[in-house]
């Protein structure tokens, strides 16, 4: 069973359209929320992430949105191009030992 | 500085072997974490290691068995792998004192 669950699978955007990727968890206990850029053949590497003492947290074309009390965030990438193409995962981590938590996963593709 | 190193890239066992990935971080990590990576499961949590000498079970330890053979080295031991055993493994380093963790490339493992 997993504790953060992802939406969609798959996500193809035109260039320079909005990407979103939607993601909701059930342990209120979680306290930091990152998502994570994986291209095929490398490890996932940290895009940005946010505490839920905040609602948005923007940097650059990417920016996330949390809503504490749906437990519910989602990451927006504006602006969307072709080098954006990667799968995407949410997680969420907790202390003290900030074992993580990851969602299935969004592969997304951004046609030219 | 090379970041996360894992070894092998890939390897092939049948059923009944065992073999031992080895991650080394040159970052000067507290913790360290063992994942594996199958198709619509996200990344899930195998072990970690919040600090030297210390390890714990996360979400499917079942199969594994963890070194923290050093601050820098975290091996993972497969004792009689199994076909079910068959992922790509991710090992993974934080400072310890924030939740970002840093992950190496992967080792794609095929268990026939």
């Known amino acids: 069973q997993q504790q953060v669950k992802q939406s969609p699978q798959s996500l193809i955007v035109q260039k320079g359209g909005i990407s979103i990727i939607n993601c909701a968890y059930e342990?209120?206990?979680?306290?930091?929320f990152p998502w994570y850029q994986q291209f095929p053949g490398k490890g996932p590497a940290l895009l940005i992430a946010i505490r839920p003492d905040v609602s948005e947290k923007k940097e650059g074309r990417f920016t996330i949105s949390f809503n504490k009390s749906a437990k519910q965030f989602s990451l927006h990438i504006m602006d969307s191009q072709p080098g954006d193409s990667a799968t995407y995962f949410c997680?969420?981590?907790?202390?003290?030992?900030?074992?993580?938590?990851f969602g299935a996963g969004t592969r997304l593709t951004v046609k030219p | 500085n090379a970041g996360v190193t894992q070894t092998p890239k890939f390897q092939v066992l049948k059923t009944g072997q065992s073999m031992t990935l080895q991650c080394a971080q040159d970052m000067n990590h507290n913790s360290m974490y063992w994942y594996r990576q199958d198709p619509g499961m996200g990344l899930r949590l195998i072990y970690y290691?919040?600090?030297?000498?210390?390890?714990d079970k996360g979400e499917v330890p079942n199969g594994y068995n963890v070194s923290r053979l050093n601050k820098r080295e975290f091996s993972l031991r497969l004792e009689s792998a199994a076909p079910s055993q068959t992922s790509v493994y991710f090992c993974?380093?934080?400072?310890?004192?924030?939740?970002?963790?840093?992950f190496g490339p992967g080792t794609r493992l095929t268990v026939l």
């Open positions: 997680a969420a981590s907790r202390r003290p030992n900030n074992d993580m938590r």
């Open positions: 290691s919040a600090s030297e000498g210390t390890t």
């Open positions: 342990n209120t206990a979680f306290d930091y």
């Open positions: 993974a380093s934080s400072d310890g004192t924030g939740p970002t963790q840093y």
